[in-house]
Nanobody
Framework: QVQLVESGGGLVQPGGSLRLSCAAS????????MGWYRQAPGKQRELVAI???????HYADSVKGRFTISRDNVKNTVYLQMISLKPEDTAVYYC?????????????WGQGTQVTVSS
């Protein structure tokens, strides 16, 4: 059984910054891709960023230049550094990890952390 636990969400003013963390624990043999998704009220869950086991990132167009995904393979942790936050970034942010090599669509999910951008 593996577990993903996110932290770092909160309330921030427009233009502010937050750093999210997601730590994987349990019986872990290998972690392939790791990623961050978000879901705003009344909207579908959407991809924010993915990072491969080798550190190659991919970003949604809406966050390019503002968000940075990174990972620590020793700590089994993925991070999302968010700057220049906008009200439209308000959402529950979920991390995902692929432990089987079948892709994040078959990955495990954390419980989510709320990010609210408001003045």
């Amino acid at each position: 059984q593996v577990q993903l636990v996110e932290s770092g969400g909160g309330l921030v003013q427009p233009g502010g910054s937050l750093r999210l963390s997601c730590a994987a624990s349990g019986r872990i043999f290998r972690i392939y891709d790791m990623g961050w998704y978000r879901q705003a009220p009344g909207k579908q869950r959407e991809l924010v960023a993915i990072i491969s086991s080798g550190g190659r990132p991919h970003y949604a167009d809406s966050v390019k230049g503002r968000f940075t995904i990174s990972r620590d393979n020793v700590k089994n942790t993925v991070y999302l550094q968010m700057i220049s936050l906008k009200p439209e970034d308000t959402a529950v942010y979920y991390c995902s990890a692929d432990f089987t090599g079948r892709g994040l669509d078959f990955g495990s999910w954390g419980q989510g952390t709320q990010v609210t951008v408001s003045s």
